[in-house]
């Protein structure tokens, strides 16, 4: 049974372009969480998602960061006119039943 | 007061010893409390759940204090693989909505041959 699977593990990306982050829950997870962890600080709540409804979205920055979960297909974080202040670890999580989360390896974002 | 709060550390502890750690959290309403190791620049593992009563697996006990508003990790014999950074993770915190999760910065333990 593959685990949570996010791609990809490193991103590039220059001040204003867009970044997109991908989320594949383990199988069988409908519940699926994004969280960011910045250098030297502590892993941050963004937003819960089940199939097609975002459920919580309190921990999300109001502009430019947004999120779904489509029927078919990935979770995707995707950031808009990326800054420096965005370079961090992006992990998703998943749960079967909303209670254990299960990390997937994170995606690297570099603002250059 | 931070939501959840650990002592970074880090704890140098010799092979073998017992060593214990100790989270504290604000929200009383919290419901589920967790957790989790990180090795560097990898991601969460979740460790173990904490129950009210306590629970055990293996080598590793996690216990709850709801009055006092803290849970607890204590390692037995530990080994050089335990060398890691703890997590204490929360749900039902305010900073993590109410179905995230809010971390503590963790614990950094080394474990020394």
């Known amino acids: 049974n593959a685990g949570v699977m996010q791609n990809p593990r490193h991103l590039v990306r220059r001040r204003g372009q867009e970044a997109r982050l991908r989320c594949s829950p383990m199988?069988?997870?409908?519940?699926v969480y994004w969280y960011r962890q910045l250098p030297e600080e502590g892993l941050k709540f963004m937003v819960y998602?089940?199939?097609?409804?975002?459920?919580?979205e309190s921990g999300m920055p109001k502009e430019r960061f947004s999120a779904e979960f489509p029927k078919e297909g990935p979770s995707i974080l995707r950031i808009q006119q990326v800054v420096r202040g965005d370079s961090a670890a992006y992990f998703c999580?998943?749960?079967?039943?909303?209670?254990?989360?299960?990390f997937g390896p994170g995606t690297r974002l570099t603002v250059t | 007061r931070k939501e959840v709060e650990q002592d970074p550390g880090p704890f140098n502890v010799p092979e073998g010893a017992t060593v214990a750690f100790n989270c504290t959290y604000s929200?009383?309403?919290?419901?589920?409390f967790f957790w989790y190791r990180q090795d560097c620049r990898k991601e969460p593992k979740l460790l173990m759940s904490?129950?009210?009563s306590g629970n055990e697996d293996g080598r590793f006990t996690a216990q709850l204090n709801r009055a006092s508003q803290y849970i607890s990790l204590l390692i037995r014999d530990s080994k050089l693989s335990d060398s890691a950074t703890y997590l204490c993770?929360?749900?039902?915190?305010?900073?993590?909505?109410?179905?995230?999760?809010?971390f503590g910065k963790g614990t950094h333990l080394i474990i020394q041959p």
């Open positions: 999580a998943s749960s079967p039943y909303g209670r254990e989360q299960y």
């Open positions: 199988k069988g997870h409908s519940h």
């Open positions: 998602l089940q199939k097609e409804n975002i459920i919580d």
């Open positions: 929200n009383s309403a919290s419901q589920s």
């Open positions: 904490v129950y009210s």
């Open positions: 993770a929360v749900k039902g915190g305010s900073g993590g909505g109410a179905d995230g999760l809010t």
